[in-house]
């Protein structure tokens, strides 16, 4: 089946604006993260959502950060005011279930902020 | 918390050279650990991962990692190395009674034909 998808694949905006960035992840799967790729580093958890449970935003680096997923699948990530800091690749994934699995990942959106 | 190490930032081989990436981990309970690929272009895919058993573990294309409990690694390896490995490579593993993966800051190999 369809893998995870990503949109848009490619974002420029300018600081202080505000984006969303959207996740649909594979048909079935319970978890869902949001990571973050700067040039360099590794993957930065941001937060993790597992079905109707309340999500994981221990890793949000502020609170202009923040992630809802609707009806347990589409996850949307809005980041508020953006700042140059910002600028990374934005990774979603997600797993089957709730326990320790492999993650299966999306292409990501590249945000970029001038 | 949990936290991954990977030495090696930088990895340049010749094809037919062998291949060690390093990954340590900080978590002394009971681990489950990850090599993950990305190829230039592409999604960041499993490689392979070690839950329990054996502690050497096959993954495709070619590589294995042994899981070595007393020196917390999870050493990635391959015999050969071809041109087409050129990727990205990150060692993950979730914290203690955590569900999330850490990842380490990952490794550019760049194998030259």
């Known amino acids: 089946g369809a893998g995870v998808s990503q949109s848009p694949s490619n974002k420029v905006t300018e600081k202080g604006k505000d984006v969303e960035l959207r996740c649909d992840p594979i048909?079935?799967?319970?978890?869902l993260y949001w990571y973050r790729q700067s040039l360099g580093q590794g993957l930065e958890f941001l937060i993790y959502?597992?079905?109707?449970?309340?999500?994981?935003k221990s890793g949000l680096p502020s609170d202009r950060f923040s992630a809802e997923r609707t009806g347990g699948s589409v996850s949307t990530l809005t980041i508020q005011r953006t700042q140059q800091e910002d600028s990374a690749v934005y990774l979603c994934?997600?797993?089957?279930?709730?326990?320790?699995?492999?993650?299966?990942f999306g292409p990501g959106t590249r945000l970029t902020v001038l | 918390a949990q936290s991954v190490s990977q030495h090696n930032h930088h990895v340049i081989l010749s094809e037919a050279a062998s291949l060690e990436l390093g990954c340590n981990y900080s978590?002394?309970?009971?681990?489950?650990l990850f090599w993950y690929v990305q190829y230039p272009g592409q999604h960041l895919q499993l490689l392979l991962k070690?839950?329990?058993?054996?502690?050497l573990v096959k993954g495709i294309k070619g590589f294995e990692a042994e899981f070595i409990k007393s020196k917390f690694s999870f050493n990635l390896r391959k015999p050969s190395v071809q041109w087409s490995d050129t990727a990205e490579y990150f060692c993950?593993?979730?914290?203690?009674?955590?569900?999330?993966?850490?990842f380490g800051r990952g490794t550019s190999l760049i194998v030259h034909p």
């Open positions: 994934a997600s797993s089957l279930t709730r326990s320790v699995d492999e993650q299966f």
């Open positions: 048909s079935g799967h319970t978890a």
């Open positions: 959502f597992q079905g109707n449970s309340a999500p994981d």
């Open positions: 978590y002394g309970g009971t681990v489950n």
């Open positions: 070690y839950f329990s058993g054996d502690p």
């Open positions: 993950a593993t979730p914290s203690g009674g955590s569900y999330i993966p850490t």
